[in-house]
């Protein structure tokens, strides 16, 4: 079965760091590009990140200079460094499997990141 | 401002029929898929259609998708309170390099 299980979200100051994992299971993992899509408390999805199989890696021009997606396969684990941050980052934070360009088959439970003071 | 439209709230009464549209752009979806997803707050998003009309295994065939030009649509028919959600469309983005989202449509079962 598969499974991702986001982590380490949590209470951050304005301009704080923040580092999330998203454990995967139950699949092969270093076959499959992946992602990061967060959602603001009562705001539609928003894309935040992608890394390849063979480790490129995307950002929107939001998160661009703040945030790095990376991987480490032998772990099966996707991660997201988040400096700088901002309280408009306060979201529901999503590690989502793609098989396909967009085409997110399986999401995880997510973890919040809350911004503030 | 999201770079794909969608409106904002859907309504229809049981076993009516609804359709949900994503307004795009020849740099979206006039040159790629489309997949729309269904969220649940306080559940993780599922895939309810991929490539602009294609359902995974256990969706249910009351929901389909279409695509014509730079816009795509979701129809949901003989529609269920089960399926009071947030849809979202998404496609990739040629000129930005990265995923696009729509705003999300809120569909109340009345």
């Known amino acids: 079965e598969v499974q991702l299980v986001e982590s380490g979200g949590g209470l951050v100051q304005p301009g704080g760091s923040l580092r999330l994992s998203c454990a995967a299971s139950g699949f092969t993992f270093s076959g499959y590009d992946m992602h990061w899509v967060r959602q603001i408390t009562g705001k539609g999805l928003e894309w935040v990140s992608a890394?390849?199989?063979?480790?490129?890696?995307f950002y929107p021009g939001s998160v661009k200079g703040r945030f790095t997606i990376s991987r480490e396969n032998a772990k099966n684990s996707l991660y997201l460094q988040m400096n700088s941050l901002r309280v408009g980052d306060t979201a529901v934070y999503y590690c989502?499997?793609?098989?396909?360009?967009?085409?997110?088959?399986?999401w995880g439970q997510g973890t919040l990141v809350t911004v503030s003071s | 401002q999201s770079v794909l439209t969608q409106p904002p709230s859907a309504s229809g009464t049981p076993g009516q029929r609804v359709t949900i549209s994503c307004s795009g752009s020849?740099?979206?979806?006039?040159?790629?898929?489309v997949n729309w997803y269904q969220h649940l707050p306080g559940t993780a998003p599922k895939l309810l259609i991929y490539s602009s009309n294609q359902r995974p295994s256990g969706v249910p065939d009351r929901f389909s998708g279409s695509k014509s030009g730079a816009s795509a649509s979701l129809a949901i028919s003989g529609l269920q309170s089960e399926d009071e959600a947030d849809y979202y469309c998404?496609?990739?983005?040629?000129?930005?390099?990265?995923?696009?989202f729509g705003g999300g449509t809120k569909l109340a079962v009345l």
């Open positions: 020849s740099s979206n979806i006039g040159t790629n898929t």
């Open positions: 998404a496609a990739w983005d040629d000129s930005l390099s990265g995923v696009v």
């Open positions: 989502a499997r793609a098989a396909g360009t967009t085409l997110f088959d399986y």
């Open positions: 890394i390849g199989t063979a480790g490129g890696t």
